[in-house]
């Protein structure tokens, strides 16, 4: 089984795509903000969890928590791959002030006046910006193994980490 949490409207073929926006159609609609996917999902049972987007709607410690709950639905050898932004990268960029506070607090509303905002919002801004080299400490101390970090695109990271 493989997870896409948080898809929005990035729907992977192959995976159970996962968000808690129903306009993003997902095939299940959960709040992992409110549910607990260990309640959805055994321990042990995902080959691989795609989370493009998503941690850094979350505080530190709730994000914390939910990159446990990864690790535990994760096979051995499991794949863990996480987008998020990078705020060592933004802050060093030479963007405007107005783009970098884009980038580390989100769209929040104020920006957008869509209906997808005004009835999720919660799904808008970020709560939290990741270092790398925090992040990988993170994951690191949670228990994956093999932790492959990379630029993606702009000024987001991407890691993959293997239980």
């Not at 990035?10 to 159970?16: E, I, M, P, S, T």
């Not at 996962?18 to 999902?41: A, W």
């Not at 794949?79 to 884009?102: A, C, M, N, R, Y």
Request: glycine letters at 6%; one cysteine or more; proline letters at 2%.
């Amino acid at each position: 089984m493989k997870l896409n949490i948080g898809c929005g409207k990035n729907y992977k073929k192959g995976f159970v795509n996962i968000d808690g926006n129903k306009n993003h159609n997902p095939d299940l609609v959960i709040d992992i903000q409110q549910e607990n996917l260990l309640k959805r999902f055994e321990k042990n049972s995902c080959d691989e969890i795609y989370a493009k987007d998503i941690i850094e709607h979350f505080t530190h410690w709730e994000a914390v928590n939910l990159l446990e709950k990864f690790y535990s639905l994760l096979k051995t050898n499991g794949l863990l791959t996480i987008i998020t932004p990078d705020f060592q990268t933004i802050v060093e960029g030479h963007d405007s002030i107005e783009k970098k506070l884009l980038w580390i607090y989100g769209g929040q509303d104020y920006l957008d006046e869509s209906e997808d905002r005004k009835i999720y919002p919660q799904y808008y801004c970020h709560k939290f910006c990741w270092i790398q080299r925090d992040l990988i400490s993170e994951l690191t101390r949670i228990g994956f193994r093999k932790i492959f970090p990379n630029v993606n695109r702009e000024y987001n990271q991407m890691i993959k980490a293997f239980k």
